[in-house]
Nanobody, 123 residues
Framework: QVQLIESGGGSVQAGGSLRLSCAASGRTFRNYAMGWFRQAPGKERQFVAAISWNGITIYYTDSVKGRFTISRDNAKNTVYLQMNSLQPEDTAVYYC????????????????WGQGTQVTVSS
């Protein structure tokens, strides 16, 4: 098990940037693949990005490719999501998730979740 705490959310105008951070507890952080998901009001939680334990394998959903960058620092037990060129449709609660094994895009395959951080993009 790993505990996750997200930070860095906020309100920005379209075209702006935010960097989300997810701090993990536990010394086994480096064994976990990490993912970012988001959930807009009235919608299901959806995949945004995922990264393997060593940072070599990375996945993005199509709508954020070229705008978002996921990264991790295993020495700091932290995963990041740099979000550039934000659009109103990016507005959602963003969740950090961890799973033991390779990165995946399905919500159901992650069993450790943070509490979420709100991102609001105004036009």
């Amino acid at each position: 098990q790993v505990q996750l705490i997200e930070s860095g959310g906020g309100s920005v105008q379209a075209g702006g940037s935010l960097r989300l951070s997810c701090a993990a507890s536990g010394r086994t952080f480096r064994n976990y693949a990490m993912g970012w998901f988001r959930q807009a009001p009235g919608k299901e939680r959806q995949f945004v990005a995922a990264i393997s334990w060593n940072g070599i394998t990375i996945y993005y959903t199509d709508s954020v490719k070229g705008r978002f960058t996921i990264s991790r620092d295993n020495a700091k037990n932290t995963v990041y999501l740099q979000m550039n060129s934000l659009q109103p449709e990016d507005t959602a609660v963003y969740y950090c998730a961890a799973r033991y094994g390779p990165p995946e895009v399905l919500v159901i395959l992650y069993d450790n979740w943070g509490q979420g951080t709100q991102v609001t993009v105004s036009s």
